[in-house]
């Protein structure tokens, strides 16, 4: 049964500390995307790639975010120095944006359990 | 661009009613529509998707819904709750050439027992 995994589950940090987050998306899909959810905003995209290359991070915050694909098989997205205000829960999802020249790409994502992240 | 509305953030429905769950999308260009569940401490999964064949569409638990063109809509829906499908329900549409899933805000569905 393939799935997202996502590491770790939980993370408590205080102020100021360097937070990584991991993903391991499913074998063979070449889309992976990074989301951010809050009681208040909801569900935000943050970043995607495909082929491991960065398609969009216009939903991150540039100064203190970044999100990588050191190979196929890991995402990371990473903050430093950390706030309060990234409290949140940080799903990744994964999918297949290449199925052949003949057939249509739906985009469906698959996703992890999400990494619950509290900044004291 | 795709873009989807889900009407009512919160639904309440009594065990054993109806669950209409509301979505309506736009889109310059054919659509492909999903509906995803969340339970609670838990991730997104698929509940079923729209792909341009059948207009009706099922999904897993009895949940099914139905594209209709004219309206602009993919509405979800189940005959009979059940105090398991107390979750948070999201819209998605995306299209041919997108390279990403448009999500509605979502909306919660409690159930009354």
């Known amino acids: 049964d393939a799935r997202v995994t996502q590491t770790p589950r939980d993370k408590v940090t205080e102020m100021g500390q360097e937070v990584t987050m991991r993903c391991q998306p499913i074998l063979g899909h070449n889309t992976v995307f990074w989301y951010r959810q809050t009681m208040m905003q909801g569900l935000e995209l943050l970043a995607y790639?495909?082929?491991?290359?960065?398609?969009?991070d216009s939903g991150m915050p540039k100064d203190r975010f970044s999100a990588e694909m050191p190979d196929a098989t890991l995402a990371t997205l990473k903050i430093q120095p950390s706030e309060p205000r990234d409290s949140a829960v940080y799903f990744c999802?994964?999918?297949?944006?290449?199925?052949?020249?003949?057939?249509?790409?739906?985009?469906?994502?698959?996703f992890g359990p999400g990494t619950r992240l509290t900044v004291l | 661009a795709q873009s989807v509305t889900q009407l009512g953030s919160h639904v309440s429905v009594s065990e054993g009613a109806l669950v209409l769950l509301r979505c309506n999308y736009s889109?310059?260009?054919?659509?492909?529509l999903f509906w995803y569940v969340q339970y609670p401490n838990q991730g997104l999964q698929l509940l079923l998707k729209?792909?341009?064949?059948?207009?009706l569409v099922k999904g897993i638990n009895g949940f099914e819904a139905e594209f209709k063109k004219s309206e602009t809509s993919f509405h979800l829906t189940k005959p009979s709750a059940h105090m398991s499908d107390a979750a948070e329900y999201f819209c998605a549409v995306t299209a041919a050439g997108a390279n990403n899933l448009f999500f509605g805000t979502g909306t919660r569905l409690t159930i009354i027992p």
């Open positions: 790639f495909r082929n491991r290359a960065p398609l969009d």
């Open positions: 729209y792909t341009s064949a059948a207009t």
């Open positions: 999802a994964s999918g297949l944006n290449d199925r052949g020249p003949s057939l249509p790409n739906y985009n469906e994502q698959f």
């Open positions: 889109s310059s260009v054919p659509p492909y």
